[in-house]
């Protein structure tokens, strides 16, 4: 499945949608996953809601990121960077973590 993403100035740099893109994952997907609604994923997404610490986990976990990629994710830089970039190290990321699992 392609995931058709749309980007906004507000959202193209969070964490929680980055990793569902970067995974090819639909929201209603990763929330029928994750026991979430659709409507509390894309609430994560634009920054209207912050995550509980069990979502966080659950966000770890599905992905296969390690929590503290996700909890020390600076928006702030990520932004400077590029939606692009981001995502770029975002993936590089995953793969190094998914390499040394297998090792």
Same mark, same amino acid.
């Given at each position: 499945?392609? =995931?058709?993403?749309?980007?906004? #100035?507000?959202?193209? +740099?969070?964490? $929680?949608?980055?990793?569902? =893109?970067? #995974?090819?994952?639909?929201? @209603? /997907?990763?929330? &029928? ?17 912050? *995550?509980? *610490?069990?979502?966080? @986990?659950?966000?770890?976990?599905? !992905?296969?990121?390690?929590?503290? =990629? %996700?909890? +020390? !994710?600076? @928006? /702030? &830089?990520? #932004?400077?960077?590029?939606? &692009? #970039? +981001?995502?770029?190290?975002?993936? @590089? +990321? %995953?793969? %190094?973590?998914? $390499?040394?699992?297998?090792?």
């Amino acid at each position: 499945m392609i =995931i058709n993403a749309k980007f906004s #100035k507000g959202n193209d +740099t969070n964490i $929680y949608r980055l990793l569902r =893109i970067a #995974k090819n994952v639909s929201v @209603k /997907e990763l929330a &029928e996953d994750l026991e979430l609604t659709p409507a509390y994923i894309h609430a994560l997404e634009n920054g209207s809601r912050n *995550p509980s *610490p069990r979502t966080v @986990k659950d966000y770890s976990v599905r !992905f296969g990121v390690p929590r503290e =990629i %996700i909890e +020390t !994710f600076d @928006k /702030e &830089e990520a #932004k400077q960077n590029g939606y &692009e #970039k +981001t995502l770029l190290w975002l993936l @590089k +990321t %995953i793969c %190094i973590h998914d $390499y040394a699992q297998q090792s």
